[in-house]
Structures are given as structure tokens and as C-alpha cells.
């Protein structure tokens, strides 16, 4: 029965072949221990004529150390040179039987120095090659002074031989493992530098775009509307003014712009060191919706100049209540707008409602399906971030409204994050 969540992700088709070949390791590990222990046990019965408690218990604790070597190989290696020690004081070899080592014994030894230089240091490997070496030797002047001593000797240095030279292999191997691994994540390493460096020029590219498209297009604005009374020496004081304002909101948009565009080249730069806007200049942005077209009465701001508000929380109300004027200004000229801002049990809570407009409601009937709401997913996301909240809702007359709530906490403004 479904939860109605999201359904586990499959494994990828690699990790499953890797889980598959580690199965099989393990599958020929068990199966090669299995084997040494069954040929080992009634070899040490009957060439060695060692009792049935040694014979069987030395076969399995000397197979059962290749595995633990897999697994740990510090202990795996350790518990292998007790059989080997063990064994030749019980022996009593019959004819010609190698010793200090049986053919088995130096087989399942062989296998746990090579598992060892596979699964570990090459330190540990050499140890556990000199340790059993030490034991054949200690074996062959200790515990058989006598008869057995040119045989013995010839056993231990082809044991020395043989697994030295396997173990350097096995040693060899590692370490070519190993580059090979690190050859892999150097090549994970360039490839995520290319990426960052490939999204550095991008970020670039786009900034010079945006400043080729638009700083031209400001610059000439700003020009027209400073230089507008010296043109047309007729214009009124109300229309001087007005051009004052477009210039001035032009040279703000430009200035905010390149703060945007700085970002964009060095994302590592952060932004200008210039002040940001807060709750002091509210009233010069409604002002300018005012020269807009925006019928909006001087909120009451006294209250919540009172308090001390962070610059946090106050450059998101500045921002919140900029992108509601300019939603009204594209899609309600001519509306009547009411701010209202109020402090309540450490919450500030910023109401911006405007009314129907005829104009509107016209363009929007003409924009219908096209505007996909990026502002109002803005101020939602300026929100959260400071652990606030955003409600935009249209109302039963035509008009609309936006209600921010934001925290006051300190705690709440620590997470929060500067934003343009």
C-alpha cells in the first residue's frame, strides 16, 4: 500500500555490479577456506600423525584466519602465525613430509600474506611474511635440533621464496589500486573546477549582456529626463518635478543594477559596501509610486521607527513593500493603495492592499496566462528566509492584497541573509 510519498530511489546499475562482485570475493574466500580446512585436517592425521583435536583444530583455526585476514587484517594475520607454531611441536612427521610446514599450512599462509598486502599497508604485509619466516626458522633450530634440518631449511626458504615474491605482487597491486583511486578523484576534482570555472564565465557573460542591454537603455533615461528643463524651457514646476523624480528613481535602479551585475561577475565578491534601503526610505518610494500613478495616503511609521529593527528585517520590508507598489503600478494603475505597518508580540506585520482599476482589469483579460508571478515568489522566498511568511490573496472586489509577517527575534534575524 502506498504512503502517497515519494517512491526509494533504484540502485544505480554500478552499485549493483559492485555489490555483485564483492558477493563473489566473499563466495571464493569461504569456498578457498572451506577447501584448505578439508584437505588440511586428514593431511595433518595422516602424514603428521598429529591427534584428531590438533589436526582438525589447527586445519580450521589456520583457514578461518585467511577469512578474518579479509575482513580485519591486522587480527587475520595475527591468529595465522598460532597454527603455524603450534603445528610443528605436535608433528610427528611420517617419511619425507615437509616440515617445519606442510604443503597445506604454507599454502593458507601464502594466501593470508597476500590477502594482507591486498587489504592493507604494505607494512603489515612485509611483518606477516617475516613473522611466519622467523616461526619456520624458530621452528627448524628450536624444536627439531637433530635429524630433519636440511629438509626443514630447504622448506623455509622456498616458503621465503615463494610468498616474498607473491607478497611484493600483492603489495604492487595495492598501490596501483590506490593510484588509481586517487587518479579518480583528481579527475572528479578538475572536472568539478572546469564546472565552477565554466559557470564563473557564464555568470560573466550574462552580465555583460545585462549591462549592454540595460545600463544603455538607464543611462539614456536618466540623461533625457535631468536634461528634460533645459530642452523645453516651457515645462511647468509640476512636470520639472516629475522628470526629477524618473531621474532620480533611474540613477536608484542603476545603482541597485550594478550591485546586481557585481554579483554576477564574482560571486565570491559580495555585494557593494554601499548602504542598503531600510524603513527611512519608504516615503521616497511612495513618493515615486505616487508620480506613477498610485493614489497611496503617507503611512503612519512612527510606531515602527520606535523599535529597534534589524537591518535584516528592515531591507525585507523595503523589498516587500517595493515589489507590491511595482505589481500595482503594472497591474493596477491608477488604484487606491493602503500600507499599514504594526508591531504586535514581536512580529511586524506589513498590509498592502490596493483596490479594482478598470485599467487593470483590462490588462489583465489582455496579459491573461502570461505573467508568471516571479515577484510574488520573490517576496515569499525574502520571507522565509528570515522565517517570516507572505499571504497574497485576491480580493471579492477586484483588488489585491499582500500580508508579510516577519519576526523580530534576534534569534530570527541571525539566519537570516542579505539580500538584494
Known amino acids: 500500500m502506498s504512503d502517497g510519498g515519494e517512491p526509494p530511489a533504484p540502485f544505480s546499475t554500478v552499485t549493483l555490479w559492485r555489490m555483485k562482485g564483492i558477493s563473489w570475493v566473499w563466495l571464493g574466500t569461504a569456498a578457498v577456506c572451506i577447501a584448505l580446512m578439508a584437505v588440511g585436517a586428514p593431511l595433518n592425521m595422516v602424514l603428521y600423525h598429529m591427534p584428531l583435536p590438533f589436526a582438525l583444530g589447527m586445519a580450521i583455526l589456520h583457514s578461518a ?44 599462509q601464502v594466501f593470508v600474506i597476500c590477502v594482507a598486502g591486498l587489504r592493507a599497508r604494505w607494512q603489515l604485509a612485509a611483518g606477516a611474511w617475516l ?3 622467523v616461526v619456520g626458522v624458530l621452528a627448524n633450530y628450536v624444536t627439531m635440533p637433530d635429524g630433519q ?20 605482487a600483492a603489495v604492487v597491486a595495492q598501490q596501483w589500486q590506490n593510484l588509481r583511486v586517487e587518479l579518480a578523484a583528481e579527475r572528479t576534482v578538475s572536472a568539478e573546477e572546469q564546472s565552477r570555472r565554466r559557470l564563473a ?43 526629477d523624480d524618473i531621474a532620480a528613481n533611474s540613477r536608484r535602479a542603476m545603482t541597485e543594477m550594478r550591485s546586481m551585475l557585481g554579483s554576477l561577475r ?33 503611512p503612519e511609521l512612527s510606531g515602527v521607527e520606535s523599535h529597534d529593527i534589524g537591518e535584516v528585517i528592515a531591507l525585507t520590508t523595503y523589498r516587500i513593500v517595493q515589489e507590491a507598489l511595482s505589481n500595482v503600478i503594472r497591474h493596477a494603475p491608477g488604484a487606491t493603495v493602503k500600507a499599514e505597518f504594526v508591531i504586535s508580540g514581536g512580529q511586524l506585520t506589513i498590509s498592502v492592499v490596493n ?40 480580493l471579492s472586489d477586484g483588488g489585491f492584497s499582500v500580508t508579510a509577517s516577519l519576526p523580530l527575534s534576534a534569534a530570527n534575524q541571525a539566519n537570516g541573509r542579505r539580500q538584494p
Not at 149 to 160: D, K, M, P, R, T
Open 201 to 243: 564565465e557564464e555568470r560573466t557573460r550574462i552580465a555583460r549582456e545585462l549591462h549592454d542591454v540595460v545600463a544603455h537603455g538607464m543611462s539614456v533615461v536618466v540623461v533625457q529626463a535631468t536634461t528634460a528643463s533645459y530642452r523645453h524651457p516651457g515645462l511647468s514646476d509640476e512636470l520639472k518635478q516629475e522628470f
Open 131 to 133: 613473522a611466519s619466516v
Open 65 to 108: 584466519s585467511l577469512g578474518l585476514t579479509a575482513a580485519r587484517p591486522m587480527a587475520g594475520t595475527l591468529v595465522s602465525l598460532l597454527p603455524l607454531a603450534i603445528m610443528p611441536l605436535v608433528s610427528s612427521p611420517v617419511g619425507a613430509a615437509p616440515m617445519p610446514f606442510s604443503v597445506v599450512a604454507m599454502i593458507t
Open 355 to 394: 483596490s479594482s482599476s478598470a485599467v487593470g482589469a483590462v490588462m489583465a483579460q489582455l496579459d491573461r496566462g502570461q505573467h508568471l508571478g516571479q515577484g510574488l515568489i520573490g517576496m515569499r522566498e525574502r520571507a522565509v528566509i528570515v522565517g517570516g511568511s507572505v499571504v497574497c490573496v485576491p
Open 266 to 298: 564574482n560571486s565570491g565578491a559580495g555585494r557593494q559596501l554601499g548602504p542598503q534601503p531600510g524603513l527611512s526610505d519608504l516615503p521616497q518610494l511612495f513618493a515615486s509610486a505616487r508620480s506613477a500613478g498610485v493614489r497611496i495616503a503617507e
Open 149 to 168: 634440518s636440511e629438509g626443514a631449511q630447504i622448506n623455509v626458504v622456498i616458503f621465503a621464496a615463494v610468498s616474498g615474491g607473491l607478497m611484493v
